[in-house]
């Protein structure tokens, strides 16, 4: 149907146009990069029972002693509900904080509890150091690849991230400091470096103590305050405790500790331990924040810890994801397609998978969705497109035979993948999703 | 009689969420209409919900494969519950966008050229040559989109040669047959229609002018990366041949009730047709509720007549 060719577009007061957000114009510049983004509402459809979740980090929470837990918090708000249900103090329950010094001492650290201040998880404490020390433009280096979650804290916080040559020990000491040499060089202002030493979140590597040491005197040599995340410590498979690099550095690190990998993630109860300065200042900033951590969560866990035998729990944790990560391994060894590789997991809920023939893990999520299992893809943990060839899989909450499953509908999916690309040739050099916004999961995502 | 509506959002395509979220609104705005409004998955549950206590009738809004492929439809007529929207066999030819596109050019609706194939014909005749056949045949840019699907999933604006084989991996990922269709440059807008007594009409036509350029997923869903102006900055025989094009596309494809269609004015003044929509989005972003809200009426009112018009048509129309 053809008509009069169209006049040019002038601006029209009846006819301004509307963008269906008055507030468009006024957002920060930090928030130009929160939208929506495809990957992630394909993650809508892996909360669905159908589908096997190899993808968010939830803990399998249904081996709790819930019946313990319910009689436990009826007693709580029977005996002491109005302090548990009214604000408390910035820094945190003084008991809770006695008992983290205990907790953290099984990774060999010793604290006192005014160091310790309590956050809603640890990625508040996170959000929180990198508010006190970083401007906008401040360099942070990180593990290649690094935990999605502090990437979008950096993100938010507009600082420059660095990524970090990562071998099988870890974070490279060398490499480390080239990158923070070339930083200065640069005229960049390096602030902090960000590491999970301990069954990394994607890798499920784990760094071994003459690596700690480097990675540590690398930080001391060159100024930059190490921010240690450690919310996998406990769950190790052989019942060993890595010694955290904290235990050999009160001053130059901050270490950031939780209870949701080891007892519930919904209570949301999570730490920093930090130098004198800086845990003032944290604190001053939660107080900004939230004005104080929940007191009801917060007496939650003191109470279980000082009434349950947690670290038994703890420990039928480690056996059953112990035996989730077998079924993991098994499974990939038998059904993966040939020349794909993974790490082996000595702890924690998390191995990285790496495909052959240049395939795109993210390209490849929508058939993946389809076939009813859900990754994560690699390009998650980077900032920089990184990862297009990997993927995180996570054991800690399907059942083995859930995880068999998902493993030999994925297998069958990279083979058509693999047909696809044979077809049609390596796809690296475009982006066929939109890779805007976030994606990852959303916490919830089991 | 008082009214019971089932919503029927969600399903397992990659549109869920967005179904989930225009089920819920619709849901909301039957309500304010007085009607019993609920919304339900589909799951194994579903159909002995529905027969256990019939509504009066369903209001299919699943996204994607499923739900606008005609399959739930089909489902819906077998157990006799009135349901608002085109029948099975409309929303099977419709959702396919090669056979949608045939049967609306062989009506005379002006529809870019375009040639759908699976992926087993690239493999056989090999892709570098039947890519640069096709190239050659339709011309740079391409729009390169999975053949059955909706917001955009899967879709892409290939300018060069080079970004062609990663675009048709990317739109496989959503199906097994992709539609590689000429690129009209020009005015995109979307044209609603609803049919009362008197048959089907369009709604003031919706202008969508994409800050990146694509009306893309993230351009869809993310309020403020886009700009909407309705009616659209068209010369008013320009709004009328799309108002027309739209009821044309909605009579010619057999659809009932409410349909969007997507269209294209190019620089010649010319109205392309791209895809119609059997169920439409109804979140906070999406194009059919701006169109109610330039219409002088209201979503409540509009919703209501249409599971009015369902309820009251006899079986057989199914």
Known sequence: MTVPPNPPKLPNPANPGSRLDPWVASYAERAQGMTTSAIRALFSVANRPEVVSLAGGAPFVQALPLDDFADMTAKLIRERGVTALQYCTGQGDERLREQICGVMELSGIDAHPDDVVITTGSQMALDLTVRVFCDPGDVVFVESPSYVGALGVFSSYQCEVVHVMTDDDGLNPVALSEAIDTARLAGKKPKLIYTVPTYHNPLGITQPPARRAEVLQVAKSSGLLLLEDDPYCLLGFDGEVPRAIRADDADGVVYLGSFSKTIASGLRVGWALAPHGVREKLVLASEASVLCPSNFSQLTVSEYLATSPWLEQIKGFRELYRERRDALLESMEQMMPPGTTWTVPDGGFFSWVTLPNGLDTTAMLPRAISGLVAYVPGTGFYVDGQGRDAMRLSY??????????????????????????ETFGPTSNSAPLSRRGPTTPSPELP | MSQRVVVIAGGLSPERDVSIRSGRRVAEDLRKAGIEAQVRDIDATLIPYLLEDPPTCAFPLVHGVAGEDGSLQEVLQSIGLPFVGSGAHACRRSFDKAIAGALLADAGISVPESIALPQAMFRDLGAPVLLAAIAEQLGLP???????????????????????????????????????????????????????????????????????????????????????????????????????TAIRAHEVLGLRDWSRSDLMVDEAGTVWFLEVNVAPGMTETSLVPQAIAASDTSASIVLAALVERATTRSQSED
């Open chain 1, 396 to 421: 800690c909450f399907p059942e083995p035979d859930r995880i068999r499953e998902g493993v030999r509908r994925l297998s069958g999916i990279i083979e058509t993948e693999m047909e696809l690309i």
């Open chain 2, 142 to 244: 391409l729009v390169i989109k999975p053949n059955r699907g909706g917001s955009a999933l899967g879709v892409s604006v290939v300018h060069n040669a080079e970004e062609l084989p990663a675009a048709m991996v990317g739109a496989f990922a959503y199906g097994e047959v992709v539609l590689i269709q000429r690129y009209v440059q020009g005015t995109e807008i979307a044209v609603a229609v609803t049919e009362d007594g008197d048959g089907p009409s369009a709604m003031p036509a919706v202008e969508i002018v994409p800050d990146s350029g694509l009306y893309d997923y993230t351009a869809r869903y993310t309020a403020g990366t886009t700009e909407f102006f309705t009616p659209a900055r068209l010369p008013d025989e320009t709004l009328a041949a799309a108002a027309q």
